[in-house]
């Protein structure tokens, strides 16, 4: 078979990759990191994470999980995030803390918010704070025992985090779950 895409892959490429050279996926951050230290990652809002910057992060938020003493090794997560930086934090970190991932469109309803998180068993949820009001409204019904939220600015430093998470909380019409959609 003719593999024409391969013309188009980048020089040190390679056409074939050996499936037993990581365990994981929290294996292939580690390599990267290991390797590319100070090369970018992840870029959001002007604001660009590097390897290690990912490492280091997702690194203290698994030991903060694995703090909590009802949340263990096996213990499913939901991430109701939308692609924002705190998502490949929050996805190494369960991965790191030995946990498994369930991903929450943070578009959801309640209805079918509270569906995924009863049919997965999740214990805990990370979620963007302007999803919440969500969450919220199925907490009685989910075996949620931990809401872990965060804002946009969260990972944007100073003074970008504070004029962000502010201009987001008071702007009713934000489309990341204010009170209206994006038209």
């Not at 990581?22 to 870029?43: G, K």
């Not at 578009?107 to 949820?125: F, K, N, V």
Request: hydrophobic share 45%; with cysteine.
């Amino acid at each position: 078979m003719d593999k024409i895409w391969l013309h188009s892959y980048p020089a040190g490429v390679p056409s074939e990759i050996n499936l037993k050279a990581y365990t994981s996926v929290d294996d292939v951050l580690v390599q990267a990191c290991r390797e590319f230290p100070h090369h970018p990652a992840f870029r959001n809002l002007a604001r660009t994470l590097t390897y290690s910057g990912v490492n280091r992060l997702a690194r203290d938020f698994a030991a903060w999980l694995s703090s909590l003493q009802d949340l263990e090794r096996g213990s499913r997560i939901a991430l109701m995030l939308p692609n924002v930086l705190q998502y490949p934090v929050a996805f190494f970190g369960a991965l790191r803390a030995g946990m498994i991932v369930v991903n929450v469109n943070p578009l959801y309803t309640a209805r079918e918010l509270e569906h995924q998180l009863t049919d997965s068993g999740a214990s805990a949820i990370v979620v963007l704070e302007n999803f919440a009001h969500v969450v919220e409204k199925v907490l009685p019904r989910a075996q949620i025992r931990h809401v872990i939220t965060t804002q946009l600015g969260d990972l944007l430093g100073f003074p970008r985090r504070p004029l962000v998470n502010f201009v987001i909380k008071h702007q009713k019409n934000w489309c990341l779950g204010g009170t209206s959609r994006m038209r």
